[in-house]
C-alpha cells in the first residue's frame, strides 16, 4: 500500500508518516518498481499501535521504546502518565476558575481585567504582605469576587491577613455567607475555624442564624467560636455552650465574658446565674471548673448571683470560699444597696456573721 492511500486510511497525513520513518518507528517494508514507498499489513498495525500509544500522551520516544525495548514496563510510565494528567486537569481547572472571577466582576474593559488579575494573583502570593494589601484593597476597588476572598480565607494561616480577609467580606454585606456555611462542612478542621470565626464577623441577620445552627456541630471549637460570637450578639441560646466551655476550661475567659453580656439583660441574669449554680452543683465538675464558674459569677448582677456568692463563701473548697467572700465584698462595695443576705458572705468561711444580720 502506497503511503497516500496509508495516510487517507490511517488518518495520519504523509507528513506524520515521514516523519516516524525519519524517526525509526515505522519504515515501509518494500519500495514500489518506480522507488515509491509501499507498507505491509505488518506496517500499518505498527501505525495504529502508534497512534494509540501517542494517544494517551506518551511522547514519540516512549513510543518507540514501548514498541521496541522488551525490557520496557510500562507501569511506572503509566503512573507518570496519570500524575501529568491531573498536574494538567488541575491547571485547567485553576484557568476556568480564573476565568469565571474575572467574568463574575463584569469587568467593563481590559484594564479591569488586568486589575482583576493583579488582585487574584496577589491573594495568591507568597508574602503575607502582598495578600493583606490584596484583601484590604479588594473593598475599594470592587473589582474582587466574593467567592475568591472566601477561598482565600479559608486558606490562610497567617492571623493578619486572615483578619484583613475576613473585614473585606465582613463589607460585602453577606453575599460570601453560603460559601462560608459550607466551609463548616470541611474535613480539615483549620478550615471549619477559619469558617466560623469569619461567619462571627458577618454582618447581624443570616449570619446570626447560621451560628445558632452551629451551636449543634460536632466540633466542639466551632460551637465555641459560634456560641461567643451570638453571647456578644444577645443571643441566649448561647449560654448552655458558654457554660460547657467554662467547665472545660476551652477560652473559659471569653466565654465568661460572653455570659456578663448576656446579662446585661435583666430578662436573662437571673438565668444564667442559676446555670452557674447548677453547674457548681454538678458532682462531675472538678475543683478547678468549680473555681471558674465562681470566677464566672463576678459580673453576673442580680440576687440570684448575691445568694450564690453568699453560699459559696462557706464552701468546703477554701479557693472557692476565699473567691466567693472577695467577689461578694467587690460586690457590695460597687453596689451598696445590695440585698443583706449578700453582705452575709463578707465574712471569711467559719466566721460568725455580724450582729444583727440574719444568717
Known sequence: MLIGDVARRSGVSARMLRHYESLGLVRPTGRT???????????????????SLRSLGLSLRDVGRALDDPDFAPGELVDDLIRGTR??????????????RIGAAEPAGW?????TVALLQA?????????????????????????????????????????????????????????????LGSPRAEVRERAVQSIAEM???????????????????????????????????????????????????????????????????????AGLVDRLADDTSGASARGRLTQALADIPGTTTSRALADLSHDED??????????LERRNARVPGEP???????????SAPDEGVPS
Open 33 to 51: 518498481g518506480s522507488g515509491y514507498r509501499e507498507y505491509s499489513g505488518d506496517d500499518i498495525r505498527r501505525i495504529f499501535h502508534i497512534e
Open 87 to 100: 498536574d494538567r486537569i488541575a491547571a485547567e481547572r485553576e484557568l476556568l476558575t480564573r476565568l469565571r
Open 111 to 115: 484594564e479591569d481585567v488586568l486589575q
Open 123 to 183: 491573594l495568591g502570593s507568597k508574602s503575607a504582605g502582598a495578600r493583606q494589601r490584596a484583601a484590604l484593597s479588594a473593598v475599594a476597588e470592587a473589582q474582587l469576587p466574593v467567592e475568591a476572598l472566601v477561598e482565600a480565607v479559608l486558606r490562610e494561616s497567617d492571623p493578619n491577613v486572615a483578619g484583613a480577609l475576613r473585614w473585606a467580606l465582613a463589607q460585602s454585606g453577606g453575599e460570601g455567607l453560603e460559601l462560608l456555611a459550607q466551609g
Open 203 to 273: 454582618p447581624h441577620g443570616e449570619a446570626t442564624a447560621v451560628l445558632r445552627d452551629a451551636l449543634t456541630h460536632p466540633d466542639v471549637v466551632v460551637c465555641g467560636y459560634a456560641a461567643l460570637a451570638l453571647g456578644a450578639r444577645g443571643v441566649a441560646d448561647a449560654a448552655p455552650t458558654l457554660l460547657d466551655m467554662i467547665v472545660a476550661g476551652c477560652n473559659d475567659t471569653d466565654a465568661a465574658d460572653a455570659l456578663s453580656m448576656l446579662a446585661s439583660d435583666p430578662a436573662l441574669a437571673d438565668h444564667i446565674a
Open 318 to 327: 477554701r479557693a472557692v470560699a476565699l473567691t466567693a467572700t472577695y467577689l
Open 340 to 350: 443583706q443576705a449578700g453582705r452575709v458572705a463578707a465574712n471569711h468561711p467559719g
